[in-house]
């Protein structure tokens, strides 16, 4: 087995390799898929670090496309997980200040559109740039998860680049916002990994979710 490629323990405690494929893209509200399988969102701002987290899942280095220059997700992607066969959906980016106001406008009614009429959307993985304090944007989408009544599992990303000070600094204050402490990734020291691979599993198989 390739010692990059993610396992997560199932029930019996043996390791099972991970894997992400990519099997639609869309640009438009028209292009989504009628939502049938079981799907995870992975949302945050443009430059929170997701297609590098998504990269690191899989355990390779170019699933996703991995920019210097922020808001180059435009699209949903969705991502069979497999040997799970759930969907994690990579949503558009948001909060890029360069991109004109129709394109904002226009990521924002996709992710809108998405998150109001997935039928089968167990849960959003809200990335938090473990950099940066609260952030509006990052709340407002937050809440909008919770007047959908969709389960959030807020997770703080770029762990690498904070010191163990900042980050417990970082999780109090979401913890006093969300109500619950977001664990810690770094996609380029692959902290916490597995364990991210082990919540997403857990919320696709929870029907309650």
């Known amino acids: ?5 993610p396992c997560v323990k199932h029930d019996e405690g043996c390791p099972v390799p991970a894997r992400l494929i990519l ?5 438009t509200c028209g292009q989504l898929p009628d939502g049938a399988e079981t799907q995870i969102a992975l949302a945050g701002r443009s430059n929170v670090g997701k297609s590098s987290l998504i990269n ?3 355990g390779r280095k170019r699933l996703a496309r991995v ?6 997700t435009r699209s949903i992607n969705f991502f069979r997980a497999m040997p799970w066969n759930f969907y994690l959906v990579d949503l558009p980016g ?34 938090l740039d473990c950099r940066l304090p609260p952030q509006k944007s ?3 989408l937050a809440n909008f998860a919770g007047a ?5 599992l807020p997770v703080l990303t770029k762990a690498d680049k904070c010191n163990r000070r900042e980050c417990e600094l970082r999780r109090r204050e979401w913890q006093e916002l969300l109500g619950q402490i977001p664990p810690l990734v770094s996609s380029v020291k692959r902290l916490g990994i597995e364990e991210l691979w082990g919540n997403l599993v857990s919320l696709a198989a929870d029907p309650d979710s």
Not at 67 to 72: D, E, L
Not at 106 to 113: D, G, H, M, R
Not at 148 to 152: A, E, K, V, Y
Request: aromatic share 8%; glycine share 4%.
């Open 148 to 152: 959908l009544r969709c389960s959030l």
């Open 56 to 58: 690191a899942l899989a």
């Open 23 to 27: 099997e639609s893209t869309a640009f």
């Open 138 to 140: 990052d709340v407002e």
């Open 67 to 72: 920019s210097a220059t922020p808001g180059k």
């Open 94 to 127: 948001y909060g890029y200040a360069r991109a004109s106001h129709r394109e904002r406008a226009a990521w924002a009614k996709l992710l809108e559109v998405y998150l109001s009429g997935a039928k089968n959307l167990r849960a959003l993985v809200l990335l």
């Open 1 to 5: 087995m390739n010692k990059k490629t």
